[in-house]
């Protein structure tokens, strides 16, 4: 991801709340499942942390229920 990312309403870190991000990132860059999102991982589960995308490259950070944080690629995310 190009990484350019400005917030312009409400706070994203907030669960449920309400919030507006502008994200300029590189052409055919694409975003999917939502920030907070639980998802099943092989191992370890846990919540969307942030997503990552470059052409065909989708991988998500995933903050585990103990609050460790690891990569997985797309295909390997199922969402619960």
Request: aromatic content about 8%; glycine content about 12%.
């Amino acid at each position: 991801m190009a990484g350019d990312v400005e917030d312009l309403y409400g706070d994203p870190e907030i669960p449920g709340e309400p919030f507006v991000m502008r994200i300029r990132e590189f052409p055919g860059a694409i975003v999917r499942f939502a920030r907070g999102a639980h998802v099943l991982v092989k191992g370890p589960s846990g919540r969307i942390a942030e997503g990552y995308a470059s052409g065909k490259i989708v991988q998500y950070e995933i903050e585990a229920a103990n609050g460790d944080r690891f990569m997985a690629s797309e295909h390997e995310l199922q969402a619960q």
